[in-house]
């Protein structure tokens, strides 16, 4: 089963609109990152999150994680034509187990 | 460009048979990770190596074996492959035993079981 669950699967916005996607996970991490995939192709680190922390930017995307309600969202301002992608939220859980559980994504397209 | 290198790109082959597909990690980097991405099963967790030694195992079949050599490369072996083996399989490198640092991922190799 997935650890973490994007919301929504699909999102479609204007271009230079903000997109926000979300998502959750169901145990206790050390940290979060979100990766973007173009289709078919590698995915691409993004940014990271430590449980510490609770919001955290990089360019035009902002991340924010609550660790009391295991959420985490990931927000995408004036959104360009090149953001359409999948993007996944991924965590690593704190008892040792060392493997990133990715979530099942969100496909964001961008109409021109 | 991540640094990581998966050969080959594509492969098709037929059920019953078995491939290999092989990683190269960056540079530097000493964790190769195994994924298995489908349709219906999103991205799947197989296996993870650390400077050779076998450090976490997700849902791999028994069909499927893996290693890590001591240049670091990695190599996925996938063998009596079903239909239901058709996946993109990446593999993504970390400088870190536990991930508190980004994974890089290679460009996939797609299996086509025919």
């Known amino acids: 089963s997935q650890q973490g669950e994007e919301d929504p699967q699909a999102l479609s916005i204007q271009e230079g609109e903000n997109a926000t996607m979300n998502c959750s996970y169901k145990?206790?991490?050390?940290?979060l990152q979100w990766y973007r995939q173009n289709s078919g192709r590698g995915l691409v680190h993004l940014i990271l999150i430590r449980s510490n922390e609770r919001e955290k930017h990089s360019g035009r995307l902002r991340v924010t994680l609550d660790t009391s309600k295991k959420s985490s969202s990931l927000l995408i301002t004036a959104s360009r034509a090149a953001d359409t992608a999948s993007y996944f939220c991924a965590t690593d859980l704190n008892f040792g187990n060392e493997k990133l559980t990715f979530g099942t994504g969100t496909r964001l397209t961008i109409i021109p | 460009d991540s640094g990581v290198t998966q050969t080959p790109k594509h492969l098709i082959t037929a059920t019953g048979q078995r491939v290999t597909l092989r990683c190269s990690p960056r540079s530097g980097d000493l964790s190769v990770y195994w994924y298995q991405q489908s349709l219906d099963q999103g991205l799947q967790f197989l296996i993870h190596?650390?400077?050779?030694?076998?450090?976490a195992k997700g849902n791999i079949l028994e069909r499927f074996s893996a290693q890590q050599f001591p240049d670091l490369h990695s190599e996925l072996n996938l063998s009596s492959l079903e239909l239901g083996d058709s996946a993109l399989y990446f593999c993504?490198?970390?400088?870190?035993?536990?991930?508190?640092?980004?994974?890089?991922f290679g460009q996939g190799t797609r299996l086509t079981v025919v």
């Open positions: 145990t206790s991490i050390n940290n």
């Open positions: 993504a490198s970390s400088v870190a035993p536990s991930l508190g640092a980004e994974a890089f």
């Open positions: 190596y650390y400077n050779g030694e076998e450090r």
